[in-house]
């Protein structure tokens, strides 16, 4: 009894703990099949309490000693499926997902993730404190700077005012050498856009008569293919009459030896049948020869007796 107890106690044992694995949404997202084939809405998954948290996390993993690779790569799938701009998730995906969810609200490295987090906004104090100090120096010296710069720009100014007096009247001179040599280039490239265009035309002209000149011979070759075509049909069709009319001679060759055999038959069948005349003719006279002969022979008798 004591054994049968115990195998039924180990058998309910090893039944609960397969039935918490199947519903276990941790171990579900790791190796359960579960419902992986229904798609899910991305949105059910993407809050900014799952982002931050996954953020943080990763940022406590790679920067633990000894840190889970395996929840190294699930966190960094999440990470990178949150960043994504997926509608739905399913299969792997969605277990992944699940199971991110799962961890953050068992709390699973939410106080590392925490002090991660306080490390980084401490540090993120300290260095806006660093860049205001660095900002408000380079402000001061770009104002210095800026002073500088304004009084050298001013004498600056001054000389090339100067300068820009000096420079017009060269540049006007320059303007009127320039003026005369552009109206003459314009002058010449007209000369030379004229003459291109002339030859352009030539060249037109030549190659609409190469093109004519082609055009008229494929016409007379095409024309001849299509002579050539008709005698070809011609003569077939001549061949093909002339057969006709050997077929049509033969034919006739034929009926009439069909004639000459039925008319020599007729023949022979009407002398057949004068012969077979004759010859009954033979026979009616001969009998009646007889008849008559013994009629006489008789009557003598008749007389004599």
Do not use: W
Request: proline fraction near 0%; charge should be positive; charged fraction near 50%.
């Amino acid at each position: 009894m004591k054994l049968i107890r115990k195998r039924n106690i180990n058998k309910y044992l090893f039944l609960l703990l397969a039935l918490i694995s199947l519903t276990n949404p941790i171990f579900a997202g790791y190796g359960g099949e579960g419902t992986k084939n229904k798609a899910e809405k991305m949105s059910k998954f993407k809050t900014q309490e799952l982002i931050d948290y996954v953020n943080l996390t990763i940022y406590y993993l790679y920067s633990a000693e000894n840190k889970n690779e395996r929840h190294v790569i699930l966190f960094k799938s999440c990470q990178k499926l949150l960043n994504s701009n997926k509608k739905t998730v399913k299969g792997k995906d969605k277990k992944n997902l699940t199971s991110c969810t799962n961890l953050m609200n068992m709390g699973t490295y939410k106080n590392e993730s925490s002090n991660a987090s306080s490390n980084s906004t401490e540090n993120n104090i300290k260095t806006k404190k660093e860049t205001r100090r660095k900002e408000e120096a380079r402000k001061e010296a770009e104002a210095r700077r800026e002073e500088e710069a304004r009084r050298e720009e001013k004498a600056r100014k001054e000389a090339e005012a100067r300068r820009e007096e000096e420079a017009k009247r060269e540049a006007e001179a320059r303007r009127r050498e320039e003026a005369r040599r552009e109206e003459k280039a314009r002058k010449e490239a007209e000369a030379r856009r004229e003459e291109e265009a002339k030859r352009e035309e030539e060249a037109k002209r030549e190659e609409e008569a190469k093109r004519e000149a082609e055009a008229r011979r494929r016409e007379e070759a095409k024309a001849k293919r299509e002579a050539e075509a008709r005698r070809r049909e011609e003569a077939k069709a001549k061949r093909e009459a002339e057969a006709r009319r050997r077929e049509e001679a033969k034919a006739k060759r034929e009926a009439e030896a069909r004639r000459r055999e039925e008319a020599k038959a007729k023949r022979e069948a009407e002398a057949k049948r004068r012969e077979e005349t004759s010859k009954s003719r033979s026979n009616i006279d001969y009998k009646s020869r007889s008849t008559i002969e013994f009629s006489d022979d008789g009557d003598s008798g008749l007389i004599d007796f």
